[in-house]
């Protein structure tokens, strides 16, 4: 049982220019707490993408990469006093797409490339495992997790899931054939509102299902759609052929008893006007061109917005140019145009799957504004950015978030064949200047004046036994925040200097310090809040 003595209670000291309302937290978390969420800095601003920079030295190098799931998770995935249910169930969505490695659905490519060549298009099992294991570590059971993806069942096991899954106990299924073929538990239909496709789809269950928690992680490639980011990656979790979102009208035909009345017109509706409003490369003509990306838009953007995910995730330990399969800009041993792997080294997040996905593009080497998946999700009132430079973007580390320009990070060129224009190579970058001043952005979010305040308020993170602060600057200026102990010492000085507007993020380490009374005070120009608390073990 927690006793009052595993508390830190802060209470407001008298005065302070600005005070808080009195909080209680966990100073060390001595048992399964019921609940967990999102990293409070992390689910309070919706609007940031946070970036974490890896060290993993090779692709195959499994240990490692596992690690950095573990860490993600310890780090993001945190106890609480109220949140999400332990009881949740986790569907888990990884980008597991065709390796086109499978002997007997692809014998010729299969001939031509070795299982280890394709290794790099797919979601890392070992990312994936690190965050489970991290996840059962707040008290949850394998057997909460559901992996799922509706393609290629055959590479389930040549990718590592098939052991992963038995390794912790957690739930993968082959859930490859036709909707009206499946046991209908194993499907969850879902009716659709303000969309442009569907009137309902089935999802391959618990996906969309009550008292679930879904993860969303996608694989930094590139991909005849951009980038097949977190957007696209959750058009696996539809049941066949609900998810063939490429083939346009083709496809549309299969599940047309589904579809929203005169469904072709509205498609052709979209798309002219679109034309006619200048979105990028939708000029191009044929089957793969404009007209078919429209449909693929809608078709996703209904799936996105029907999909709530607790957290969108880009898994960029290593990235793949190209087509996203086997095919790419590059001559090698196998061919002459072979997609190739890099050891990226980010992992990128956030709980906006669009925010997500323009930093994402951004750090590939490409502009979001020649990507019309993203003007279309800021038509339908989904988005509200365009310009990648307009997104508050963090560096993650060590369970803290430091606001960062967005150029700080180095950019890791994917090439794509997304809507080829004549005299055009196949496989380029999207990086074309765009015009961002034509497009009418929602405005960024920022503290209207100066603001701090603790934010575990229920229980802070056991990976690194720290209390988070977060303070509001409405312009650039100074700030100060420091912890003083009883005797007038400051003991952590954890914020000094000059910081540009928006928010930020401290972290106080608790566990190096006695018990006792201690203060903590912010400064910033005229503004000054002070807090007197005890630190009781």
Request: hydrophobic share 35%; net charge positive; with cysteine.
């Amino acid at each position: 049982m927690l006793t009052r003595r595993s508390f830190i209670k802060m209470t407001a000291a008298a005065g302070g220019v600005a005070m808080v309302n009195p909080v209680t937290v966990l100073a060390k978390r001595k048992q399964p707490t019921g609940f967990f969420n999102v990293h409070p800095f992390i689910e309070q601003h919706p609007e940031a993408v946070f970036i974490i920079k890896t060290n993993v030295d090779k692709k195959t190098n499994g240990e490692a990469i596992k690690q950095v799931g573990l860490d993600f998770s310890k780090s993001v995935i945190v106890p609480a006093k109220e949140g999400i249910p332990l009881s949740r169930m986790i569907p888990i969505k990884p980008n597991l797409t065709n390796s086109f490695t499978s002997k007997k659905h692809y014998p010729k490519q299969a001939a031509q490339f070795p299982l280890e060549y394709g290794m790099g298009i797919v979601t890392d099992v070992n990312f994936v495992e690190g965050i489970i294991e991290g996840m059962k570590g707040l008290g949850m059971s394998g057997k909460q997790f559901y992996v799922r993806e509706v393609t290629t069942p055959w590479d389930f096991g040549p990718r590592g899931y098939v052991d992963m899954c038995w390794r912790q106990d957690a739930n993968i299924k082959s859930l490859f054939d036709n909707y009206n073929e499946l046991d209908k538990n194993d499907l969850n239909w879902v009716d659709f509102k303000n969309s442009e496709i569907y009137k309902k789809a089935p999802y391959l269950w618990p996906v969309n299902a009550k008292d679930t928690w879904l993860l969303n992680i996608s694989k930094f490639k590139a991909h005849g759609m951009g980038l097949t980011l977190c957007c696209k990656n959750l058009q696996g979790t539809m049941s066949t052929p609900f998810q063939h979102y490429c083939g346009a009208d083709r496809t549309l035909k299969e599940i047309e008893r589904y579809t929203i009345k005169n469904v072709y017109a509205r498609a052709k509706a979209n798309y002219e006007r679109h034309l006619a409003a200048g979105i990028p490369r939708w000029q191009k003509q044929g089957d793969d061109g404009g007209y078919r990306m429209d449909t693929w838009c809608s078709r996703t953007l209904d799936n996105v917005s029907h999909t709530p995910a607790g957290l969108h995730i880009i898994e960029g330990v290593y990235g793949r140019d190209g087509d996203g399969f086997l095919s790419g800009p590059n001559k090698g041993t196998y061919s002459e145009n072979e997609a190739w792997d890099y050891m990226t080294n980010y992992v990128v997040f956030g709980k906006d799957p669009y925010r997500v996905d323009i930093i994402g593009l951004w750090l590939g080497g490409h502009e979001a504004g020649n990507v019309g998946l993203y003007h279309i999700a800021m038509e339908r009132k989904l988005s509200n950015v365009l310009d990648p430079r307009k997104v508050p973007v963090y560096l993650w580390e060590n369970g803290t978030a430091t606001l960062k320009k967005l150029e700080d990070f180095e950019r890791k060129p994917l090439k794509t064949y997304y809507l080829q224009l004549e005299n055009e190579t196949k496989y380029r970058l999207l990086d074309e200047p765009f015009d961002y001043s034509k497009v009418a952005e929602g405005p960024r979010v920022l503290p209207k004046i100066e603001t701090v305040r603790m934010l575990d308020e229920s229980i802070p993170n056991p990976a690194n036994n720290a209390v988070s602060f977060e303070y509001g600057l409405p312009g650039s200026g100074n700030a100060r925040l420091e912890i003083v102990n009883s005797s007038g010492r400051t003991v952590d000085l954890l914020v000094e200097g000059r910081h540009e507007k928006g928010y930020h993020m401290a972290a106080w380490n608790i566990g190096k310090h006695n018990a006792g009374d201690y203060v903590v005070k912010f400064r910033s120009g005229g503004f000054t809040r002070v807090e007197k608390f005890a630190l009781l073990k």
